[in-house]
Structure formats: structure tokens, C-alpha cells
């Protein structure tokens, strides 16, 4: 394959994440207002359009500070690292030309998601800061929760489509929906999704109410751009996710779009609507009603396959 056009494809994506991540932050401002009775960003340019451009230039502009005790070269290159991962998980995007749609897709999705706890916990060790690091410790212990889970429910449509391709997915149900098939398992995988992208009401990293904004309060400027931008091409890639594995996975129709969008509606949403868990509870959660769950459709599923094959 011509390496110029694998670069461009790169590029282009690359650029397509962040406007995207640009006009979700908009968004999320947006629906937030209207569900506080209140009104959002209005004010810059045409109904606030350019406010997401006029704050990300505020954010590098802005001083950088770092604590003197902190472990400056940890510290300084965590937000890059969190950004990194969160834009090469989107490598596996199932493109028409099969740019980078390789046969292991899905592994790389799980290894990519399993490395995103780092860059947090390191953020939060290396601030030298009490409350940076209980952010970063408890998303560790959160990461361990709910990713076990998280791989189960996944591997039951692994075992009906029988390989690691996002494009299998797209020909498993053209027929019909996985959400049809397994409701519980796409409502799991939503809420292990939100656990995953550290958003309400799994946000115990960012507790700010008890942790002074946890694992990122010593980032200002630059650092906080780059964790905050990390945040939300996770949570357009778990709603794409969310869109190929259950939704019908079409990206060559703006219906696809329109089922991501409203996929990355659904997160802000929730946000607007439900508190922080109580810590304890999401752990009890993850072990004692996913993991159940999870694990006897794995093996309803497997036990489908085999009839299937008999047959």
C-alpha cells in the first residue's frame, strides 16, 4: 500500500477526531444549560460556534506551571501519553479503503483501553500531590473493576461472529441488531463505558468535590488541554464502539453518524441527570452484577454457537 496515502488517511482522521472533539465539548456545554434551565455558550461568533476554538486557544496560551516536588518529566509527558493512546485506539476504525482495519482490531481496541489507566495513574503519582494521587489510585481499582466485564461482554458477539474484524460485525447484522440480541449486555457495556471514558457517574478520578478535581489538579494550560482533549476522543470512540457493535456498524451511511452522535448524547446526558456513585458501589457492582451477567451470556452465547454448528 502506498505509504503517502496511509499518512493522509492518518492525518485526516487525526483532524476529523479533534473537530470532533471540538463540537462535542459544544454540545455537552449546550445540553447541560438546557437541562439547568439555563442558556450555554451564545455569545462568541454565530450561536457560540467558535467558543471550542476560543478556549482550546486560552488553554495553550495560558501560563504552564508544575509543581517543584513533582516528577517533572512524568508529569510533563502523562497528558501527551493519554492523548496518544486515545488517538491510536481510532487506527481501528473500520475504513472503507481498510486503511488500518488489520484482522486483530478488536485486540488492539482491548490493549489500547487496558494502557489508558496508565497515563492517569501516572499523572496522579507523579504531581506529588495527595489528591492527585487518591485520583489516580482509584482509577486503577476502578479500571480492574470493570474492564474484566467489560471483555466478557465483548467476547460473547466474538464468539457468534467468530473473528476480531469491526467490519464482521457490520455483516452479522445486516439481518438484524446485536441490540436486539443482547439488551442487558449493550445497556452493560454503556455504563462500562462510562466507567472507561471516567465520566458521570463513574467519575472517581475527577472527584472534585472530594478530591479538588483528583488526578489532573496540578495540570493548568497546555497539560489540562491534553488530558481534556484524551477525555472526549474516548468518548466519541466508545460511542462509535457502542454504534458497531450493536447499532449495525454502516459507516458508509450518515445514518451511522447520526446513531455516534446520539450515542455521544446519551453520555452527556447521563451527566446532566445522575449523580456521583458512592465508590463501593460501582466495585460491588462491577463484581457482583456484571461479572454474573457477563459471564452467562458468554456462555448462553458459546452454547448458541454450538447448536449452530451442529446443525
Known amino acids: ?28 456545554r449546550k445540553v447541560l444549560g438546557y437541562i439547568q434551565i439555563r442558556k450555554g455558550p451564545n455569545k462568541v461568533g454565530f450561536v457560540g460556534l467558535p467558543q471550542p476554538f476560543s478556549d482550546a486557544i486560552k488553554l495553550f496560551t495560558s501560563e504552564q506551571t508544575w509543581p517543584e516536588l513533582s516528577n517533572y518529566f512524568l508529569y510533563y509527558f502523562s497528558p501527551v501519553f493519554s492523548l496518544f493512546l486515545s488517538l491510536l485506539v481510532w487506527m481501528v476504525f473500520p475504513y472503507v479503503t481498510n486503511l488500518f482495519s488489520f484482522g486483530l482490531g478488536v485486540l488492539f481496541f482491548l490493549c489500547c483501553a487496558s494502557m489508558g489507566v496508565y497515563g ?3 499523572a496522579g503519582w507523579s504531581s506529588n500531590s495527595n489528591y492527585a494521587l487518591l485520583g489516580g489510585l482509584r482509577a486503577v481499582a476502578q479500571t480492574i473493576s470493570y474492564e474484566v466485564s467489560l471483555v466478557l461482554l465483548l467476547m460473547s458477539f466474538l464468539f457468534l461472529i467468530e473473528g476480531f474484524m469491526f467490519n464482521d460485525f457490520y455483516e452479522f447484522q445486516k439481518g438484524m441488531w446485536f441490540i436486539f440480541l443482547g439488551f ?3 445497556m452493560c457495556w454503556f455504563s462500562s463505558s462510562l466507567a472507561e471514558t471516567n465520566r458521570t457517574p463513574f467519575d472517581f478520578a475527577e472527584g472534585e468535590s472530594e478530591l479538588v478535581s483528583g488526578f ?20 466519541l470512540f466508545m460511542s462509535m464502539m457502542f454504534s458497531v457493535v450493536f447499532l449495525g456498524g454502516d459507516i458508509m451511511t450518515l445514518y451511522f453518524y447520526l446513531k455516534l452522535m446520539f450515542m455521544s448524547f446519551m453520555f452527556i446526558w447521563v451527566r446532566g441527570t445522575l449523580p456521583r456513585f458512592r465508590y463501593d458501589k460501582l466495585m460491588y457492582m462491577a463484581w457482583s452484577s ?8 458468554l456462555i448462553f452465547f458459546v452454547g448458541v454457537k454450538f447448536l449452530i454448528l451442529s446443525l
Open 1 to 28: 500500500m502506498n505509504y503517502i496515502t496511509v499518512f493522509m488517511g492518518v492525518i485526516f482522521l487525526i483532524l476529523g477526531v479533534l473537530i470532533g472533539v471540538a463540537f462535542l465539548t459544544l454540545l455537552e
Open 120 to 122: 492517569v495513574m501516572v
Open 184 to 186: 442487558p449486555l449493550a
Open 216 to 235: 489532573n489538579v496540578e495540570y493548568s494550560g497546555g497539560g489540562f488541554a491534553l488530558i481534556f482533549l484524551a477525555e472526549y476522543a474516548s468518548i
Open 290 to 297: 456484571y461479572l454474573p451477567v457477563s459471564l452467562n451470556y
